[in-house]
């Protein structure tokens, strides 16, 4: 079912260009026209077929029915006035990126039919070259109105996220901020200190423990940085409960205490069951 | 090749059970007795066959040839006196503890063939179900020999590991414990202490990357407050030095300095593209 005619996703990296081949593997959109500060990456996605026309600049953006913004945070706030200026009166418009209330915030007040969107997929791999259609499903697609959103782009939207594989979850930005804000964007700090305080002579003895506890050190630094910064005070906070828990551990530790030791385990172990 | 007539493994739990099934996989050993705590494990054990015979005592190890301790760390310290006074004089006994100096001092004082042994595989999941004899494969095991050790011994063991897939690195018993203090226990302790700070609301929303950075909290507590204690010391060193990262990553965050956000996560994210 054609939702769109015309499709302008800005930003075909991972998350960009995935959702290109997704809604044409679902025949949502009739034209998808990928923008990209690279063009070797545009012109890969378009080779893959997640685009049927590279645009080269935001002018693409006139004919749009949707524009789907898959830049990092700071473009997004960047590009949203000429986005503004461009559109078409009726052309909806959602971002995918991982932080919502500074984007929110200036977006909806910019253009009427802004829709905050964060779907909790991608990895630590970027670039054209790991496209894939599949990335979306089963994943969570967190959708974050405001009072402004009307009921009718909300609906569409969820629809549109729905057909491509995800279950959708409706928050307030702020709230969402707050929650990812523990469960992503904390994770990845600790992955970044944690391989950080890592000896360079020790590497060569790691095993699949320190791999895998730090995969997501190897995201992209520019995305991340402005991840935290964006979400700076929910993140502070979130750092905050991280060094109580380790602080209790430490203590522990150091007074050789077996059973509060094994009392902190068994709590942080029987919460990490709860999202197998 | 034949290296030993009778092995007998004490704990036939993950790494334990898989050495059974890769040692007669390689046709290794003769005949593989296993002893278990849990009846059931050993049983099922036998029937996947890694073991060929459940051992229900202590008793069994006086005919063997090879003694493999493959308990959690005090249960190899609690068992060595009552070992050591069944075993063949030439008997060959070695354990596969995650921390060395405490194991090897008690052992090595006990019995003179005693070499420790740490294969750096495994995974969160216990118990026979999981067993496989390629859990060794292109794994790295750590051999740390004592002044004492007679090479003819390290040798054989050598020879042992690798012949089931392992590259082997030799250590000593304290250096082997100053660097899994980074490699493999820090990541733990921070693994309980980050699923340990995430508020149970909020973990419906997590996405990969929080379940890949606590995977290893889903792995065995007592076990794990074990080796936490065994390696203390080490372990307080490690998580001081984390701490600091922490610290400066918190600095740069607080100041909304990105440059210096920026320089650290490069920093980290170079460390960790050492260990893809």
Same mark, same amino acid.
């Given at each position: 079912?054609?939702?769109?005619?015309?499709?302008?996703?800005?930003?075909?990296?991972?998350?960009?260009?995935?959702?290109?081949?997704?809604?044409?593997?679902?025949?949502?959109?009739?034209?998808?026209?990928?923008?990209?500060?690279?063009?070797?990456?545009?012109?890969?996605?378009?080779?893959?077929?997640?685009?049927?026309?590279?645009?080269?600049?935001?002018?693409?953006?006139?004919?749009?029915?949707?524009?789907?913004?898959?830049?990092?945070?700071?473009?997004?706030?960047?590009? !949203?006035?000429?986005?503004? %200026?461009?559109?078409?009166?009726?052309?909806?418009?959602?971002?995918?990126?991982?932080?919502?209330?500074?984007?929110?915030?200036?977006?909806?007040?910019?253009?009427?039919?802004?829709?905050?969107?964060?779907?909790?997929?991608?990895?630590?791999?970027?670039?054209?070259?790991?496209?894939? !259609?599949?990335?979306?499903?089963?994943?969570?697609?967190?959708?974050?109105?405001?009072?402004?959103? #009307?009921?009718?782009?909300?609906?569409?939207?969820?629809?549109?996220?729905?057909?491509?594989?995800?279950?959708?979850?409706?928050?307030?930005?702020?709230?969402?901020?707050?929650?990812?804000?523990?469960?992503?964007?904390?994770?990845?700090?600790?992955?970044?200190?944690?391989?950080?305080?890592?000896?360079?002579?020790?590497?060569?003895?790691?095993?699949?423990?320190?791999?895998?506890?730090?995969?997501?050190?190897?995201?992209?630094?520019?995305?991340?940085?402005?991840?935290?910064?964006?979400?700076?005070?929910?993140?502070?906070? %979130?750092?905050? %409960?991280?060094? #109580?828990?380790?602080?209790?551990?430490?203590? %522990?530790?150091?007074?050789?205490?077996?059973?509060?030791?094994?009392?902190?385990?068994?709590?942080?172990?029987? #919460?990490?069951? #709860?999202?197998?």
């Amino acid at each position: 079912m054609r939702m769109f005619n015309q499709v302008v996703i800005i930003g075909t990296g991972l998350i960009g260009g995935s959702l290109g081949l997704a809604l044409k593997k679902q025949r949502l959109a009739g034209k998808v026209i990928g923008i990209s500060r690279h063009l070797r990456n545009a012109k890969i996605a378009k080779k893959i077929g997640a685009i049927d026309k590279v645009g080269l600049s935001l002018e693409a953006v006139s004919g749009a029915d949707l524009v789907i913004l898959a830049t990092p945070i700071d473009k997004i706030i960047d590009f !949203a006035p000429e986005i503004a %200026a461009k559109i078409k009166k009726d052309c909806i418009v959602i971002d995918v990126g991982s932080t919502k209330e500074r984007i929110v915030s200036r977006l909806s007040a910019l253009i009427p039919n802004f829709l905050g969107c964060h779907p909790l997929a991608g990895s630590e791999k970027k670039g054209a070259i790991n496209l894939e !259609a599949d990335i979306f499903k089963g994943s969570v697609c967190i959708l974050t109105p405001t009072v402004k959103t #009307k009921p009718v782009i909300l609906n569409k939207i969820r629809f549109l996220w729905e057909k491509i594989g995800a279950s959708v979850v409706v928050l307030s930005p702020d709230r969402h901020d707050q929650i990812l804000a523990f469960t992503s964007h904390l994770p990845h700090l600790v992955a970044f200190s944690l391989i950080g305080s890592v000896p360079d002579k020790c590497l060569k003895l790691s095993s699949t423990g320190l791999r895998d506890t730090t995969r997501i050190s190897a995201s992209d630094i520019k995305l991340w940085s402005q991840i935290f910064l964006s979400n700076r005070s929910n993140l502070l906070t %979130a750092l905050l %409960a991280f060094e #109580k828990e380790l602080v209790d551990l430490k203590i %522990a530790l150091k007074n050789k205490d077996k059973k509060s030791l094994e009392r902190i385990l068994s709590l942080a172990q029987k #919460k990490r069951k #709860k999202i197998e």
